[in-house]
Structure formats: C-alpha cells, structure tokens
C-alpha cells in the first residue's frame, strides 16, 4: 500500500520562527510537491521537485524554500513564519504525469 | 497553464438524491482528468481519473464521471448519495508533459442532509 507520511499533523509557531515540514514517500517516486490549501482558494503548488537536489517554484513560493537531499524526502521550510502563512499544508508524490498520492497534512499555526 | 473551474463553492443535497458536481477546464492539448476528496482533516484521496480510452470512467464509493472533449468538461456523479459522502471534491488536470503536476480547482463542497 503506498504511503506519504507528514512529520506533524498539528503545529503553532511563533512569528518569526524557522519552520521545518517534512514528507516522506516510500513509493520510489520521482515527482513531490508541496501545496497549501486555504477556505476557497482549493489547492495552490508551493514547490515541487522532479529529481534529488532538483527543485521547481510553483504559483505561490515568496516565503518558502524546499529542500531534497533524498529522493524519499521533500522538506518544506518556512525562513520566518509570518501570520499569514497559517494554513494547511499537503504533501503529494507521483511516479510520472499520473495521479498524485497525498500525505495527511500538517495545519500550521503562525502566532 | 491550465485552468480548472469548480462551477459550484457549495452542493446541499438530501440522502438518496442524485448529485453532478460541475468541472470545466481549459486546454487545446490532450490531458489528464482527475476528481479527488477530502474528508474532513485529511488528505486527498483519489476518487478516479481519466487518461484515455472510454469517456465515461468509473471511481471508488459509486462515484463516476464523464469526459466531453468538445465541452471540455469532466462531471462527476453519483446516482444515490449517502450522508458518508459528504466531503470536498476537487478536480484537477495535467498534461503528460508537465512532471506529474496537477491544477486544481478550488473545491466544491458536498453536504448530504438525512
């Protein structure tokens, strides 16, 4: 069974803060991606990476960085969490242009 | 870029009644057509997925839909629903070129009453 685990399903930080996201697919998966997701605007691409050390910018990366060191790993990081980066945020793995497997979720918290 | 459009923020139906959710997309190549949902505090989960071949596909949980290339349109339906349904639906497309990425829309919640 395939699997995209999310390190936390629920944090709150503080504004300012160095914030870490991180998933993990166990499906040996080129393609992963990170969104957000926010009250009527669905699902917008922060990152997403094709291949180790390979990263692309999505719709919406101002504040963001991503990292992957591994081709199992896609690490999200927030430089200094700003209020307004409060929201859900999904992680998803695909093999080539097929579907996507979607992690859990983390909802973050910037107070 | 692609563009998905959800004609519906919100779906109210009764237990029992037929439901369509509405998706229109807008591509002059041939893509990929996907539905999604979400329940409550969880991930996305694949509801089912056109690639190519028969227009109409059929998905988990008595779900289908229907591809019009001319109306580049992809519904998705349920003759029967069930309160268990109740949950929000996305639909997303890619191009086979594009790495995997997919454009969503931005949701349409289905709220079945008893």
């Known amino acids: 069974d395939v699997k995209v685990t999310q390190s936390s399903r629920y944090l709150v930080k503080r504004t300012g803060e160095k914030v870490f996201l991180e998933c993990v697919q166990d499906?040996?998966?080129?393609?992963m991606f990170w969104y957000r997701q926010d009250p009527g605007l669905g699902l917008r691409l922060i990152y997403f990476?094709?291949?180790?050390?390979?990263?692309e910018k999505g719709d919406i990366p101002e504040g963001y960085s991503v990292s992957r060191e591994k081709k199992e790993r896609f690490s999200l990081i927030l430089e200094s969490a700003s209020t307004n980066q409060t929201s859900m945020y999904l992680c998803?793995?695909?093999?080539?242009?097929?579907?996507?497997?979607f992690g859990p979720g983390t909802r973050l918290t910037v107070t | 870029a692609q563009s998905v459009t959800q004609l519906d923020s919100q779906v109210p139906v009764f237990e029992e009644a037929p439901v369509e959710l509405r998706c229109n997309y807008s591509?002059?190549?041939?893509?990929?057509l996907f539905w999604y949902v979400q329940y409550p505090n969880q991930g996305l989960q694949l509801l089912l997925k056109y690639l190519s071949g028969s227009t109409l596909v059929k998905g988990i949980n008595g779900f289908e839909a229907e591809f019009n290339k001319s109306q580049t349109s992809f519904h998705l339906r349920k003759p029967s629903v069930h309160i268990s349904d109740t949950a929000e639906y996305f639909c997303a497309v890619t191009r086979g070129s594009t790495l995997g990425r997919l454009y969503f829309g931005r949701g349409t919640q289905l709220t079945v009453w008893p």
């Open positions: 990476s094709y291949d180790v050390k390979m990263k």
């Open positions: 998803a793995s695909t093999a080539r242009a097929n579907e996507q497997y």
């Open positions: 499906m040996d998966h080129e393609n």
């Open positions: 591509s002059s190549v041939s893509v990929y």
